[in-house]
């Protein structure tokens, strides 16, 4: 039943997980009232409207949707990237490990998302190229390829060490899948 004012229709069939009871239960206390009651409260406060609903672990906020998108579609926006700023993306040799104001002035100068610009940004410095100034390098550089007051700590190496490895990795198992079928196929 609606109240006139647009405000939805309140629940009145709201049951306890525990015991089986409706949602006068909130103010009695039977074995899980005091963990059931606040699931009970959020559930008729999400009812009226008055709270929103928290994602589940299946549906993604708009923020972590948008990232994977960019994930997905992050070539075409590194291209972009090299096209704009030759100097710290296009030659392996000269790309620098990049200083942490670069991700917002990125978003700003394309136009993009701070959460696209961060998945990009995911895979740019997932790259083997991006580890490998990591580990050689000890001084972050803005989008000028000027050196920024930041240092690349130890963290970070570590970090680009492990993420080498992980690629090493994928690379061994794709290379041993692609043997794998081609051997199947000549046999």
Same mark, same amino acid.
């Given at each position: 039943?609606?109240?006139?004012?647009?405000?939805?229709?309140?629940?009145?069939?709201?049951?306890?997980?525990?015991?089986?009871?409706?949602?006068?239960?909130?103010?009695?206390?039977?074995?899980?009232?005091?963990?059931?009651?606040?699931?009970?409260?959020?559930?008729?406060?999400?009812?009226?409207? &008055? +709270?929103?609903?928290?994602?589940? @672990?299946?549906?993604?906020?708009?923020?972590?949707?948008? !990232?994977? *998108?960019?994930?997905?579609?992050?070539?075409?926006?590194?291209?972009?990237?090299?096209?704009?700023?030759?100097?710290?993306?296009?030659?392996?040799?000269?790309?620098?490990?990049?200083?942490?104001?670069?991700?917002?002035?990125?978003?700003?100068?394309?136009?993009?998302?701070?959460?696209?610009?961060?998945?990009?940004?995911?895979?740019?410095?997932?790259?083997?190229?991006?580890?490998?100034?990591?580990?050689?390098? &000890? +001084?972050?550089?803005?989008?000028? @390829?000027?050196?920024?007051?930041?240092?690349?700590?130890? !963290?970070? *190496?570590?970090?680009?060490?492990?993420?080498?490895?992980?690629?090493?990795?994928?690379?061994?198992?794709?290379?041993?899948?692609?043997?794998?079928?081609?051997?199947?196929?000549?046999?």
């Amino acid at each position: 039943m609606s109240s006139g004012r647009g405000l939805p229709p309140v629940r009145r069939s709201l049951v306890c997980e525990c015991c089986d009871t409706r949602v006068h239960h909130l103010e009695s206390s039977c074995a899980g009232a005091q963990d059931t009651r606040w699931r009970l409260l959020r559930v008729l406060l999400l009812s009226l409207g &008055s +709270v929103s609903a928290a994602p589940s @672990g299946k549906e993604k906020s708009p923020y972590q949707a948008d !990232r994977l *998108r960019a994930v997905k579609e992050a070539r075409p926006a590194i291209e972009a990237l090299k096209v704009k700023w030759p100097a710290i993306f296009n030659d392996p040799k000269t790309i620098k490990p990049l200083a942490s104001p670069v991700l917002s002035q990125v978003a700003a100068a394309l136009g993009w998302s701070l959460s696209c610009t961060r998945g990009v940004f995911h895979v740019w410095k997932s790259r083997n190229d991006y580890c490998r100034a990591v580990l050689r390098d &000890s +001084v972050r550089v803005h989008l000028d @390829g000027s050196p920024s007051q930041e240092v690349v700590d130890e !963290r970070a *190496r570590e970090m680009a060490k492990a993420q080498l490895d992980k690629n090493a990795a994928r690379n061994a198992a794709r290379r041993a899948r692609e043997l794998a079928e081609m051997t199947a196929k000549s046999a």
